[in-house]
């Protein structure tokens, strides 16, 4: 029987886990990024179980958001800030998921509205690793999955325009059982961004970073990445 996306999601973050801990890219003593969202969970939740028989001891984690943060909390990972003496700066690996996945590696992400500390972690991490069902693989990115845009809030007008000025069809991104609009971990908003064509995301990332106002887009395409994506026919690949 096929996997749902779920079960997908769920064995590509226990493969990788498992295959980074036997590779020895994952190893005791090692400052870890831990991502945000339904992949990067069971990530988590996989790590605390190699911690707890004794596969890892010693673990630091830097979690991306407070979701990250309290389940480090409820899983008995101690978490740390990037700016912790102990972690001055520096991961030696972040893993995380995606909402996309494109032909160079290129990724789109902050489905979750937690690109801006997502991207802190991965961009100072020595290794990234990214774990996804198939469905997150794609031919190219723009007009599908929006991309996130957090902003300064008092920047949206201004903002909007220049991004659609790039081509962009701009929505403020509405909350779920809350009135008005997301509100980051940051205390900012976002503005997801769709295009009628595909767009080159090395530089659109560029070019919406130079907006003013602009804290941060869910482009990823300035790190080396190593992704584990899982199959509906249990199959995993590392890519």
């Excluded at 001891?57 to 800030?81: H, M, N, R």
């Excluded at 909007?160 to 900012?188: F, M, S």
Aim: net charge neutral; aromatic share 4%.
């Amino acid at each position: 029987m096929a996997l749902s996306k779920d079960e997908q999601k769920k064995l590509a973050a226990r493969t990788a886990v498992d295959e980074l801990i036997k590779s020895g890219k994952i190893f005791s003593g090692m400052k870890i990024g831990l991502g945000t969202g339904s992949t990067a969970m069971p990530a988590v939740e996989r790590l605390a179980e190699r911690i707890k028989d004794g596969s890892l001891s010693d673990i630091k984690a830097v979690a991306t958001s407070f979701q990250t943060t309290l389940a480090c909390e409820k899983l008995g990972i101690p978490a740390f800030s990037m700016n912790d003496k102990i972690i001055a700066g520096q991961l030696d690996l972040a893993i995380d998921g995606a909402d996309e996945i494109g032909p160079k590696k290129s990724l789109i992400k902050g489905g979750g509205a937690a690109l801006l500390r997502e991207k802190i972690i991965a961009y100072n991490a020595k290794h990234f690793v990214i774990v996804a069902d198939e469905s997150k693989v794609v031919k190219d990115h723009g007009t599908k999955f929006p991309l996130p845009v957090e902003i300064i809030n008092e920047a949206r007008i201004p903002v909007e325009n220049a991004l659609k000025a790039l081509g962009a069809k701009c929505t403020l991104r509405e909350g779920i059982r809350k009135a008005g609009p997301v509100i980051t971990d940051n205390g900012n908003m976002i503005i997801d961004c769709v295009w009628d064509k595909s767009v080159e995301p090395i530089e659109m990332e560029e070019k919406i970073n130079a907006i003013t106002g602009v804290v941060e887009c869910g482009f990823f395409t300035k790190i080396s990445v190593t992704a584990f994506v899982a199959h509906s026919d249990g199959s995993v690949d590392e890519l």
